[in-house]
Nanobody
Framework: QLQLVESGGGLVQAGDSLTLSCAAS????????LGWFRQGPGKEREFVAA???????YYADSVKGRFTISRDNNRNLVNLQMNSLKPEDTALYYC???????????????????WGQGTQVTVSS
């Protein structure tokens, strides 16, 4: 498993941009699928984006075109660039990692075995 620590959250206004980072420690980071999930107030945790070891990326429809996930295998980092933020993007954002995911299971949180503690993003209108 990986140990994951998120950073970069904060309070922003609608339309602003924010970049979240997730620092990982552990073995074989470059082989992991890394994902971002979020849980808004009173909501279930939901998939946001994922990047596989191949570099292929996947996004929830709600963030497609606004968010970009990237990874730096040399620094064991995964980032989430968030543009054109909306109040409905307000949530606790979690970084996750897993080794056994496929292109059809990237969005399933039960397939990830490593999780960070989360970083809060609040978007005011």
């Amino acid at each position: 498993q990986l140990q994951l620590v998120e950073s970069g959250g904060g309070l922003v206004q609608a339309g602003d941009s924010l970049t979240l980072s997730c620092a990982a420690s552990g073995r074989s980071f470059n082989l992991y699928t890394l994902g971002w999930f979020r849980q808004g107030p009173g909501k279930e945790r939901e998939f946001v984006a994922a990047i596989r070891w191949t570099g292929n990326t996947y996004y929830a429809d709600s963030v497609k075109g606004r968010f970009t996930i990237s990874r730096d295998n040399n620094r064991n980092l995964v980032n989430l660039q968030m543009n054109s933020l909306k109040p409905e993007d307000t949530a606790l954002y979690y970084c996750a990692g897993g080794l056994r995911l496929t292109s059809t299971t990237n969005h399933l949180e039960q397939e990830y075995d490593s999780w960070g503690q989360g970083t809060q993003v609040t978007v005011s209108s």
